[in-house]
């Protein structure tokens, strides 16, 4: 038994112990979601736009990761919406943003490690950076999403008769929590990621300079500011989302 299928035996039995039914449920989307990336890998390098490969694959971990692992009813309807709004939102926002950049592709880093293969795959490298930036955004805003969404129901459940303002500002108070959480984890997960690599910078005496235009660093760094911004705008998104539903609600 390797260590990498030992662990998962640990992660799913905890799963099972903390969570119960849902854990099971959680630990079978975990496992769909990540067969699914890898068809997403296979569909892209066989030649299949890439940025509509994402699509199609984040649209399907958002519904697994929603329905399957965390939630039922209204709520979860609701937390889906707000994540495809916030993806297409996304989407948009980093088409333009990528190509400004100009950080796809393999960095002077990665050099002495791919200097023996060939790097001319047919496969567009920018393509493949939106495509990147799109799915790490996904985990965020789903969980982000559920939370408020979540959160909010049970507002709604214990208080029926609050007040659309109240209750929007009840999302609020909930997403500076959720904010604080993501975001450091989010900058401790990347430095955590690249930890090696700032090392050895350091040894070589790399200046501040060089930090802010190496590649890898500014993809990165541009990774973790799209997810943040993606969990400041599924939170107001399904805050409003959460509100006109309950104002539908009492209209009807």
Request: with cysteine; glycine share 8%; hydrophobic share 55%.
């Amino acid at each position: 038994m390797t260590t990498m299928t030992f662990l998962t035996f640990i992660l799913a039995f905890l799963m099972f112990v903390a969570g119960g039914r849902n854990g099971i449920y959680s630990f079978f989307s975990l496992v769909i979601n990540f067969f699914l990336l890898f068809i997403t890998i296979i569909l892209i390098a066989g030649g299949v736009p890439a940025i509509g490969v994402s699509f199609f694959s984040g649209v399907c971990i958002l519904a697994i990761t929603i329905y399957m692992g965390n939630s039922e009813g209204s709520e979860a309807d609701i937390a889906f919406i707000a994540t495809i709004l916030v993806m297409v939102i996304m989407l948009l926002l980093i088409i333009p943003f990528e190509h400004l950049a100009q950080v796809q592709g393999f960095s002077n880093e990665d050099s002495e490690e791919i200097e023996a293969f060939n790097l001319a795959i047919g496969v567009n490298f920018e393509s493949i950076m939106i495509s990147a930036a799109v799915l790490s955004t996904l985990g965020a805003i789903a969980e982000a999403a559920i939370a408020i969404a979540s959160g909010l129901q049970e507002i709604i459940e214990q208080k029926p008769e609050i007040e659309l303002s109240d209750l929007r500002r009840s999302g609020r108070n909930i997403g500076k929590q959720i904010m604080g959480m993501t975001f450091n984890t989010l900058f401790f997960g990347m430095f955590g990621g690249n930890l090696a690599l700032f090392i050895l910078l350091y040894k070589l005496q790399a200046t501040f300079g060089y930090y802010l235009n190496s590649k890898i660093f500014v993809g990165e760094t541009m990774l973790v500011l799209y997810a943040s911004i993606a969990v400041i705008m599924i939170i107001w998104i399904t805050s409003e989302l959460m509100v006109h539903k309950l104002a539908k609600q009492r209209n009807r």
